[in-house]
DNA sequence: AACGGGTGGTAAATGCGTTTACCAAGTTGA
DNA sequence: TCAACTTGGTAAACGCATTTACCACCCGTT
């Protein structure tokens, strides 16, 4: 019961030596301060007692805990953007840090709880994360505490991370041109309500503007904008639905996101349309989902795990002011009919998603190998 | 720049008192060892300084820190069971605690590391999660290190909290019988390798007892099983398709998991079957999916969130070796014909259903709002 | 012989809150 | 009046690691 942790002090004793010298043996720079007897000692102590430092202990001193703070929303634990804390997590564990995770809500309460909870146990920093890309405000704060904003941005604090939506959106339009598709193309969902609500602005009026700018640039145009103010699988099958039973020139979808682009699926199917045959459809987001559609869903993903990272990685270096924007990946599956792609414009589509793909290092993810048999 | 934080000298300097009696003041039962005054001038000052004590040193001398750690596979922050960690942190919060969350994707060697870090930490106990309900190796620990297995078993640790998988498979039985369905009924994707595998006996084998009992009891059995493997999607469909394309007097698909049944909604749409009208399907884990597919998938969910809140309930309690098992909510949505209920058997389905939601206290979760239109 | 400069260390203070041991002054009770 | 409490409170130790200030000793100079 209670076995008393091994502490400094006992492995001062065991390597006959004061626990001033074993710290700074332990921690000092590896110069030659004491002698190589006396390192060895130290050493062979600490391996023998199984000596590790009491974090909260040095803490105390030294105001580092290797600790960081990841306050969310509700982003952390949510399937939407699990992929935040898995990246940050991961960072962290190989800065030899580790996090402490709160929600919050949104609830203004609760955040300032979650503040002062972390900064009662001296963490190195706090991320602060959201689930919708957004302008977020924060609880009053020490001068001293990093801060990075991830999926987020504030005014008061300059470092964030963010997602390259306007590229993300010109890759959209460039994956359906490439393929040949120059006519016929719906943009299924985009809202300009949504555009300009706060939540979701930061995010979709970037999308937004890459998309419009990439199509005007090929001199491509929709042929119809069907919107809505809700992004879920029902509302995709009610927009395409009514599309496809008004008219039948639409070769292409243009989906905001993947659930809107599943219950266009589903619309397609009950009308005898096959998906990447008759119809191509191309969305944002790269949900768990669009692996598993049939045929397996051609889409723009958002890069979570990857901002999850950087904004840990940024957390711990010393930058200051920085809007990170991190490369959403093409992930290439089987919804995009092939068709003549000898048109000047599909050349030029071709180049542009070739050159943005050398450049974010991104090769086509997990080319559909599942979902796309 | 670094404004020092406010300690419990400064308050104790403000009420004229000393830090000993500061400390009392604040910790100490509310007996009147000390005058209303003293009382007075103590919270007076904090509440002017806003004090907050450093967990770090508190933990030093109390060896309490009101944080916990939470040490995964994988499970924290995958969408497969990240009810998990967000109950667990619900939970936290309501107890005044806060949690660090490692990952280690089941290498021994991140184990120990997670499980030393967090120790250097102080926290007040951890909870051992997994993915896949499972036999669980742990690090060794000092004895008194409170645990909690989550999601998974470890003989030497008498805590653990697993979902009621025996009651669950006879939910999902019941359901169908007590809509009528008495024969055409077939069971899809179980496999005795898959039962007798260590990694996912511990859940899956539970799940099919309680499915075969219930099927005896009620005098009913299945007319073919498909077993498989994987259980994904495209298992499901292929299964499916095979079955469909072989036999025509297939009533009802009881689905090893939604991810499975998800494939079967895709062979049985493709051949002009409708759920919901023409074939019954339930299924288990209430995915997000199960509520995007049209018609709503009926499922036996698994109750992620309840049992993460358990585990953190349990850890901070005393009690010592239980198994504590949380019931598996039914939620109806739209995938279950109604036939003839007016057999016996039908009527003793629906009477055990009764009965098992009258005592888990689980209404009908959420009876298909969404994905059911 | 006295001084400057390494070399190899250590004692003690520090960070912050809790806890033990003790104390002074006032009350009671016999 | 004196011993025995009570009341209201404090000094100091403690938990653990880091860090500052200092020390003893030896060597080589001048």
New binding site residues.
């Given amino acids: 019961m209670a076995v008393?942790?091994v502490?400094?002090?006992d492995v001062a004793k065991l390597a006959g030596?004061?626990?001033?010298?074993a710290?700074?043996i332990?921690?000092g720079k590896p110069d030659?301060?004491?002698?190589a007897?006396?390192h060895r000692r130290v050493h062979q102590a600490v391996a023998e007692l199984g000596y590790r430092?009491?974090i909260g202990?040095?803490a105390?001193?030294?105001d580092r805990s290797l600790t960081i703070g990841f306050i969310s929303d509700v982003v952390a634990t949510t399937r939407f953007a699990s992929g935040l804390i898995r990246g940050a997590l991961e960072e962290a564990e190989n800065a030899g840090h580790v996090m402490l995770v709160l929600e919050t809500g949104s609830d203004p309460t609760r955040e300032a709880e979650a503040v002062g909870a972390v900064l009662d146990r001296q963490v190195d920093g706090i991320v602060f994360a959201t689930m919708r890309a957004r302008e977020m405000v924060v609880p009053a704060l020490p001068e001293s505490t990093r801060v990075v904003m991830l999926n987020a941005t504030n005014a008061g604090f300059g470092v964030s991370v963010l997602p390259d939506e306007e590229t993300g959106g010109r890759s959209a339009v460039d994956l359906l041109a490439a393929a040949g598709h120059v006519e016929g193309i719906v943009l299924i969902g985009q809202n300009d309500e949504v555009e300009r609500d706060l939540f979701r602005s930061a995010t979709v009026a970037r999308r937004v503007h890459g998309l419009r700018s990439e199509m005007a640039e090929l001199g491509l145009g929709f042929i119809a904008e069907e919107s809505s103010w809700d992004w879920e699988p029902e509302n995709g099958y009610a927009l395409t639905a009514s599309l496809l039973d008004r008219r039948d020139d639409v070769r292409a979808l243009l989906c905001m996101n993947d659930r809107l682009a599943f219950g266009a699926y589903q619309a397609c199917q009950e009308r005898g349309i096959v998906v990447g045959r008759d119809i191509s459809i191309v969305s944002f987001d790269n949900d768990e989902l669009a692996a598993y559609l049939r045929p397996g869903l051609t889409t723009i993903g958002l890069p979570h795990e990857a901002m999850g990272r950087e904004a840990v990685r940024l957390l711990l270096s010393q930058e200051t002011a920085v809007e990170r924007l991190v490369g959403m990946p093409v992930v290439e599956r089987a919804s995009v009919v092939t068709l003549d792609r000898t048109s000047d414009r599909a050349r030029r589509a071709q180049e542009r998603l070739d050159e943005r793909q050398a450049r974010t290092g991104s090769a086509p993810v997990d080319a559909g190998a599942r979902g796309s048999a």
């Fill in positions: 008393r942790r502490t400094l002090a030596v004061s626990p001033t010298t710290s700074l332990l921690n030659t301060r004491f002698s007897d006396a430092p009491n202990a040095r105390l001193r030294t």
